[in-house]
């Protein structure tokens, strides 16, 4: 049995959920739940990140106090994490005295080292809110390119990284005014210490803790050299600031992202201390639990974390004295429809809408799950796949098998189930084995988090039954009263067929999976090991077990945003759904400027995972078009080919170049992209009418 620790990125609670973070809490889930049928021992907990000057700016807008503010963001945590049937065990927060002890211990522990130094930093101060400005506080003018309204770290034109005091003409976005230089002693954490560098350049190189890209990058900031050396870390924050104070320096607060992290710990130890770990079979103390080499510490979270949790939080743990992680999973954003998630441009999901509106969130559990892999990927929500994927798969595949099955073993054979005869020359009797045979392939799938592999081993499965079920025709044997025996083998084998596939998803379909039990018979909780019991038995009456989703259910979930707008030179090649978007008229289409294009070259785009940069002759003129259509299509299938270009459309600067149009796509995106290709004859230039 392994004893694991199970965490995901704390979400930080000045606002709702997004769909990123049900997402990575799906994720985390599935593979927990996988693991418990397993009979490992697990602690899954998370946390609200309350610290920071984000909540103490928003508190005082509102007019209360920041505990306040988070108490009223805590109280609406439940209806997510239940809703999507997130299993958490404990959840917490890092205000709150354990994340106090644990901080103050580490911070105290690190300084024993060695490793806290303070240096006196120059700052802006703002003059009228009487506080040191953080970075995105700052906005000016970007000192290469000039940018108006630049945030206080980066240029997001240039994408130049620059410190706040190198802006033109700053000015603080609370107030207005002018921010003045002001100099303060801050606490730094000795990241560039020899000790830290030799530690983490074992610990990233450990085979299997990282993804291998993840690696990579951690080890690019671990070996920097000159403006790109890894730096040490500035710990501590001035005075007003709502966060942890520092036990040995009078008006300073430790910075969030060092006792936010640490918010898994005192989460867990909150857990531990109020019974809740006993409860689940655990009998040790905390202290004992994260000093047993056999406990696992596991850390899910999302690409733009990576720095904190591969460098900063192992070193921290470290000489801290404490457990490090065994392993850190990374996952990538989800877009909708091929775009960012956008509130304005109707690309944005509310999970509160989703569950208001009544849909099922095991619809939505299965569909990310079918995209996620163990790779650093974006995911892509298209409402049309959504639909088209969910209806055909759990409806039309899954549980199509047992009520095709069920009906006929209620009500000819008393809901008796005839144990497996895999030797029966039936169609249907061939499936057991080779549905065996795909189990240990499903289960590393799960194991390794490539739950979309694992899904298409368990719908491949699912179509061999109703394959095999067509050749048998169950309703056709019913009519012969000769074929009584064979009726009851073909359905029995349909029931043991289903019950597999059940025990296959359960980690996916946790509530539809414990409906399928009651009618089944099966022991709750699921185990894996189920797969090996004699499915012999009695089945209570069949109930429907998923509804199919409604299309007009997906208008509703976008109807509170204006229609989505993709433009391929930005994400994905205009793959985009129209299933939310109104009409047009003829005089609307005119004003479209479609042509034939000959792709003159097609080359990749370094830094950028998604994009192609083509090269387009569009008859009159030469155009440059950045598409999103990497993933589909190498370079070299493009070079030479024609397609349809949008050439009115107003360009567009972006981080790589000026993108002056949009190829025109179909697809859902990812790899099912589809570039549109005009019949032979066809000229660039040529009109599109």
């Given at each position: 049995?392994?004893?694991?620790f199970?965490?995901?990125?704390?979400?930080?609670?000045?606002?709702?959920?997004?769909?990123?973070?049900?997402?990575?809490y799906?994720?985390?889930d599935?593979?927990?739940r996988f693991?418990?049928?397993?009979?490992?021992?697990?602690h899954?907990v998370?946390a609200?990140?309350?610290?920071?000057?984000?909540?103490?700016?928003?508190?005082?807008?509102?007019?209360?106090?920041?505990?306040?503010?988070?108490?009223r963001?805590?109280?609406?945590?439940?209806?997510?994490?239940?809703?999507?049937?997130?299993?958490f065990?404990?959840?917490?927060?890092?205000?709150?005295?354990?994340?106090?002890?644990?901080?103050?211990?580490?911070?105290?522990?690190?300084?024993?080292?060695g490793l806290?130094?303070?240096?006196?930093?120059e700052?802006?101060?703002?003059?009228?809110k009487q506080?040191?400005?953080?970075?995105?506080?700052v906005?000016?003018e970007?000192?290469?390119c000039h940018?108006?309204?630049q945030y206080g770290?980066a240029?997001?034109?240039?994408?130049?990284?620059?410190?706040?005091t190198?802006?033109?003409?700053?000015?603080?976005t609370?107030s207005?005014?002018?921010p003045?230089?002001?100099?303060?002693?801050?606490y730094?954490?000795?990241l560039?210490?020899?000790?830290?560098i030799?530690?983490?350049?074992?610990?990233?190189?450990t085979p299997?803790?990282?993804?291998?890209?993840?690696?990579?990058?951690?080890?690019?900031?671990?070996?920097?050299?000159?403006?790109?050396?890894?730096a040490?870390?500035?710990?501590?924050?001035?005075?007003?600031y709502?966060?942890?104070?520092?036990?040995?320096?009078p008006?300073?607060?430790?910075?969030?992202?060092?006792?936010?992290?640490?918010?898994?710990?005192?989460?867990l130890?909150?857990y531990?201390d109020?019974?809740?770990?006993?409860?689940?079979?655990?009998?040790?103390?905390?202290?004992e639990?994260?000093?047993?080499?056999?406990?696992?510490?596991i850390?899910?979270?999302?690409?733009?974390?990576?720095?904190?949790?591969?460098?900063?939080?192992?070193?921290?743990?470290?000489?801290?004295?404490?457990?490090?992680?065994?392993?850190?999973?990374?996952?990538?954003?989800?877009t909708?429809?091929?775009a960012?998630?956008?509130?304005?441009r109707?690309t944005g999901i509310?999970?509160?809408r989703?569950?208001?509106?009544?849909?099922?969130?095991?619809?939505?559990?299965?569909?990310?799950?079918?995209?996620?892999?163990?790779?650093?990927e974006?995911i892509d929500?298209?409402?049309?796949d959504?639909?088209?994927r969910?209806?055909?798969d759990?409806?039309?595949k899954?549980?199509?098998?047992?009520?095709?099955?069920?009906?006929?073993i209620?009500?000819?054979?008393?809901g008796?189930?005839?144990?497996?005869?895999?030797?029966?020359?039936a169609?249907?009797?061939?499936w057991?084995t080779?549905?065996r045979?795909?189990?240990?392939?499903?289960?590393?799938?799960y194991?390794a988090?490539?739950?979309?592999k694992?899904?298409?081993e368990?719908?491949?499965l699912?179509?061999?039954?109703?394959?095999?079920?067509?050749?048998e025709k169950?309703?056709?044997?019913?009519?012969d009263?000769?074929?009584t025996?064979?009726?009851h083998r073909?359905?029995?084998?349909?029931i043991?067929?289903?019950r597999?596939l059940?025990l296959y998803?359960?980690?996916?379909l946790?509530?539809?999976?414990?409906?399928?039990?009651?009618?089944?018979?099966?022991?709750?909780?699921?185990?894996?090991?189920?797969?090996?019991?004699?499915?012999?038995?009695t089945i209570?009456?069949?109930?429907?077990?998923?509804?199919?989703?409604?299309?007009?259910?997906?208008d509703?979930?976008?109807?509170?945003?204006p229609?989505?707008?993709t433009n391929a030179?930005?994400?994905?090649?205009?793959?985009a759904s129209a299933?939310?978007r109104?009409?047009?008229?003829?005089?609307?289409?005119?004003?479209?400027?479609?042509r034939?294009?000959?792709?003159?070259?097609a080359e990749?785009?370094?830094?950028?995972?998604?994009?192609?940069?083509?090269?387009l002759d569009?008859?009159?003129?030469?155009?440059?078009v950045?598409?999103?259509?990497?993933a589909?299509?190498?370079?070299?299938?493009l070079t030479?080919?024609?397609?349809?270009v949008v050439?009115?459309?107003?360009?567009?600067?972006?981080?790589?170049?000026?993108?002056?149009?949009?190829?025109?796509?179909?697809?859902?995106?990812?790899?099912?992209i589809f570039?549109?290709?005009?019949?032979?004859g066809?000229?660039?230039?040529m009109k599109?009418?």
């Amino acid at each position: 049995m392994r004893h694991l620790f199970v965490t995901t990125a704390l979400p930080y609670a000045n606002g709702p959920f997004h769909i990123g973070h049900i997402m990575e809490y799906i994720q985390a889930d599935i593979w927990v739940r996988f693991q418990r049928m397993l009979g490992n021992r697990v602690h899954f907990v998370c946390a609200d990140d309350a610290h920071g000057a984000p909540i103490m700016l928003k508190a005082q807008d509102e007019g209360i106090e920041p505990e306040e503010l988070i108490a009223r963001i805590a109280a609406d945590r439940p209806q997510y994490l239940q809703g999507f049937a997130i299993s958490f065990d404990h959840w917490h927060s890092t205000h709150s005295p354990e994340n106090v002890e644990l901080s103050t211990d580490i911070y105290r522990k690190l300084k024993e080292a060695g490793l806290i130094y303070v240096k006196p930093v120059e700052q802006f101060f703002d003059p009228v809110k009487q506080m040191f400005l953080p970075d995105r506080y700052v906005k000016g003018e970007c000192p290469k390119c000039h940018a108006k309204d630049q945030y206080g770290d980066a240029c997001e034109v240039c994408s130049t990284v620059y410190a706040p005091t190198d802006l033109i003409n700053p000015y603080s976005t609370l107030s207005g005014a002018t921010p003045v230089r002001k100099v303060s002693d801050h606490y730094f954490f000795k990241l560039s210490d020899p000790r830290c560098i030799e530690f983490l350049d074992e610990w990233l190189g450990t085979p299997g803790r990282l993804q291998p890209a993840v690696a990579n990058k951690a080890r690019e900031w671990l070996k920097g050299e000159g403006e790109h050396a890894l730096a040490d870390w500035d710990i501590s924050r001035d005075a007003p600031y709502f966060g942890i104070p520092m036990p040995d320096a009078p008006g300073k607060y430790f910075y969030v992202w060092l006792d936010a992290p640490v918010g898994y710990l005192a989460s867990l130890k909150h857990y531990f201390d109020i019974g809740k770990a006993r409860a689940n079979g655990e009998t040790r103390s905390f202290e004992e639990f994260m000093a047993a080499p056999e406990v696992e510490q596991i850390h899910f979270i999302g690409k733009d974390i990576i720095y904190f949790h591969t460098l900063f939080w192992p070193a921290m743990l470290k000489f801290a004295g404490r457990k490090v992680p065994n392993h850190v999973f990374v996952h990538g954003f989800i877009t909708v429809s091929g775009a960012k998630m956008s509130k304005s441009r109707g690309t944005g999901i509310s999970p509160l809408r989703y569950l208001e509106l009544g849909m099922n969130p095991e619809w939505l559990r299965y569909y990310l799950a079918a995209k996620l892999n163990a790779n650093v990927e974006d995911i892509d929500f298209n409402p049309e796949d959504f639909v088209a994927r969910v209806n055909s798969d759990l409806v039309g595949k899954y549980v199509n098998i047992a009520s095709r099955a069920a009906g006929f073993i209620t009500k000819r054979f008393e809901g008796r189930v005839l144990p497996l005869d895999p030797t029966h020359e039936a169609a249907t009797a061939k499936w057991s084995t080779l549905a065996r045979e795909r189990e240990s392939r499903i289960r590393d799938y799960y194991e390794a988090r490539e739950f979309g592999k694992a899904v298409r081993e368990i719908m491949d499965l699912a179509d061999e039954m109703n394959a095999a079920i067509d050749r048998e025709k169950p309703w056709e044997i019913a009519k012969d009263a000769t074929q009584t025996e064979r009726l009851h083998r073909v359905c029995s084998d349909c029931i043991h067929a289903f019950r597999r596939l059940t025990l296959y998803l359960a980690p996916i379909l946790p509530r539809t999976a414990e409906k399928a039990a009651s009618f089944l018979g099966l022991s709750l909780p699921l185990r894996w090991s189920q797969l090996d019991e004699d499915a012999a038995g009695t089945i209570q009456p069949y109930t429907h077990l998923i509804q199919r989703v409604d299309p007009t259910l997906l208008d509703k979930l976008f109807e509170s945003a204006p229609a989505a707008q993709t433009n391929a030179a930005a994400s994905s090649s205009a793959a985009a759904s129209a299933s939310h978007r109104g009409e047009i008229t003829i005089d609307d289409f005119n004003k479209l400027d479609l042509r034939i294009a000959k792709i003159l070259k097609a080359e990749t785009v370094e830094g950028a995972d998604k994009l192609l940069k083509l090269t387009l002759d569009i008859g009159d003129a030469q155009r440059t078009v950045f598409a999103g259509i990497r993933a589909a299509y190498s370079p070299e299938q493009l070079t030479g080919r024609l397609t349809v270009v949008v050439a009115n459309l107003k360009p567009r600067k972006m981080r790589f170049g000026v993108s002056e149009g949009m190829v025109l796509a179909a697809g859902p995106g990812g790899k099912d992209i589809f570039l549109l290709s005009p019949d032979a004859g066809a000229t660039p230039g040529m009109k599109v009418k």
